[in-house]
T-cell receptor, first 109, second 115 residues
Framework: SQQGEEDPQALSIQEGENATMNCSYK?????LQWYRQNSGRGLVHLIL?????REKHSGRLRVTLDTSKKSSSLLITASRAADTASYFC?????????FGTGTRLLVSP | GAVVSQHPSRVICKSGTSVKIECRSL??????MFWYRQFPKQSLMLMAT?????????EQGVEKDKFLINHASLTLSTLTVTSAHPEDSSFYIC???????????FGPGTRLTVL
């Protein structure tokens, strides 16, 4: 299976704290994407980082990519209760997205 | 961003019936759409790639006769779960690919419950 792994599987923090999620993958990639999924809903695209990029920012999100270690991290700064969701990384291989196992983030007020 | 819709959002059916799920790209044309299924608290697993005007490409282990896919136009792909059984109960999500970076926009999902 090409499916990546994410850790932690679950993360509970307080509002205002930062949340860091990690993703590891197995094969060479063209790019890596992060998605958010609220419970029972579809996925929302958060950010895409190309294989030749090392870091990318979007609002309160910061994504890093280390292709030598085949890993990526997603940092959410100053978290809010509305950030409560599952977060998935996805890599592009053979024109298809392969999703990681996901991190369930709970942000308490 | 691009908008993808799914219909219905939720369906409950009896075992043995067939269920059709529609996936539409609302403001763009999608030559390629994807169908995923997701079990509770698990990740998305790709079922098949749907190409407009041609047969779908199924992932290993997915029965093509069980999960019929038709991509009849550039804005519509349908997934029909034939002779549904309780083990087919799941969350089915479609997506449409846009642009050169394989960015995908996802529908809101369809919750299928087979009694």
């Amino acid at each position: 299976s090409q499916q990546g792994e994410e850790d932690p599987q679950a993360l509970s923090i307080q509002e205002g704290e930062n949340a860091t999620m990690n993703c590891s993958y197995k094969t060479s990639i063209n790019n890596l994407q992060w998605y958010r999924q609220n419970s029972g809903r579809g996925l929302v695209h958060l950010i895409l980082i190309r294989s030749n990029e090392r870091e990318k920012h979007s609002g309160r999100l910061r994504v890093t990519l280390d292709t030598s270690k085949k890993s990526s991290s997603l940092l959410i700064t100053a978290s809010r209760a509305a950030d409560t969701a599952s977060y998935f990384c996805a890599t592009t291989g053979f024109q298809k997205l392969v999703f990681g196992t996901g991190t369930r983030l709970l942000v308490s007020p | 961003g691009a908008v993808v819709s799914q219909h219905p959002s939720r369906v409950i059916c009896k075992s043995g019936t067939s269920v059709k799920i529609e996936c539409r790209s609302l403001d763009f044309q999608a030559t390629t759409m994807f169908w995923y299924r997701q079990f509770p608290k698990q990740s998305l697993m790709l079922m098949a790639t749907s190409n407009e005007g041609s047969k779908a490409t199924y992932e290993q282990g997915v029965e093509k006769d069980k999960f019929l896919i038709n991509h009849a136009s550039l804005t519509l792909s349908t997934l029909t779960v034939t002779s549904a059984h309780p083990e087919d109960s799941s969350f089915y999500i479609c997506s449409a690919r846009v642009g050169p970076n394989n960015e995908q926009f996802f529908g809101p999902g369809t919750r299928l419950t087979v009694l």
